[in-house]
């Protein structure tokens, strides 16, 4: 199924529904679940996924053109990204640019373009409801009805237990989600081996069996890759959290000495004795 050139590092959410030998199973397992139909093996599946958009360095979703439409699927182990509206918009603008030849835009007859679905797959620890809709039209600055652009993603919470009845459904979705928890509960227990236990745990229990037995040491890769990756996003985010929080301290202090100056200027204070008082510049206290 895969057709895509591998330049970054695949999840094992990807992997598993966009790039494995059984993944055209696995992702009409998937579908058919979506979408309560029955379609078979032999029907046709292109992965149009393209490289280094959604994410930075790992790549964790799937897209792919499927019964006349685009399936794009993104997996969420942190904090829901309220923003994936949009990063989805900007996303499908390119794959119909890639999808469309250039020509095709400026004929007088209606081109025809597969629809495009969204969907978000949240296992993360926090609490999330089972089924959520972001919309592209929650974040804009001025509302109208209708919107005049909208982009709607359904955000499906898989832990098993919400036990969303997409599980029910689709096995492949149903293990790989119970693979993920016993891969956060392994690396609780052991940050060491935790995610070769977790392999290990789940082949004995029958859960991706097949897949981690073929895969296990690329699985594993994969995690770390993942792991790492969301631990530096965190860090980031960490980092520009505090940021944020001593520029608005410094704002704060730069408003107080200009509200100082003030003051001061009103009561005929010597300029060279507000500028020592408050670390102002001539130019900024001139001005007041």
């Known amino acids: 199924m895969s057709k895509h050139k591998r330049s970054y590092k695949d999840s094992v959410f990807v992997d598993l529904f966009a790039e494995d030998e059984k993944a055209k199973e696995n992702f009409l397992s998937l579908y058919n679940a979506l979408h309560g139909t029955n379609l078979p093996l032999s029907c046709p599946v292109e992965n149009i996924r393209l490289d280094n958009v959604m994410y930075m360095n790992i790549i964790n979703d799937v897209s792919c053109l499927v019964d006349g439409k ?18 989805f918009l900007q996303y499908i603008a390119r794959l119909y640019e890639k999808l469309q030849a250039p020509t095709d835009r400026y004929l007088r007859k209606l081109s025809k373009i597969p629809a495009p679905e969204f969907y978000v797959f949240y296992n993360g620890v926090e609490d999330y409801p089972e089924t959520a809709i972001l919309k592209l039209s929650d974040a804009f600055i001025t509302k109208s009805a209708p919107a005049p652009l909208e982009l709607t993603v359904q955000v ?10 997409v599980l029910a459904a689709c096995k492949p979705l149903e293990e790989y989600s119970l ?22 745990i789940c082949i004995d229990k029958d859960i991706l069996k097949d897949y981690l037995q073929r895969k296990s040491r690329e699985v594993i890769n994969m995690l770390i890759a993942e792991y790492d990756y969301d631990t530096d996003i965190a860090v980031q985010r960490q980092e520009s959290l505090m940021i944020g929080i001593q520029q608005g301290l410094e704002r704060g202090s730069h408003q107080k000495a200009i509200e100082t100056a003030k003051l001061m200027k009103q009561a005929n204070c010597e300029l060279s004795f507000i500028l020592q008082m408050t670390g102002l510049s001539r130019e900024e206290i001139e001005v007041l």
């Open 156 to 165: 499906l919470n898989i832990n098993t237990a919400k036990a969303h009845k």
């Open 179 to 200: 693979f993920v928890e016993e891969v956060r509960k392994q690396m609780q227990l052991d940050s060491e081996n935790g995610f070769t236990n977790a392999v290990k």
């Open 70 to 87: 685009i399936i794009v699927l993104a997996e969420h182990q942190s904090t829901i990204n309220e923003n994936m509206p949009l990063r």
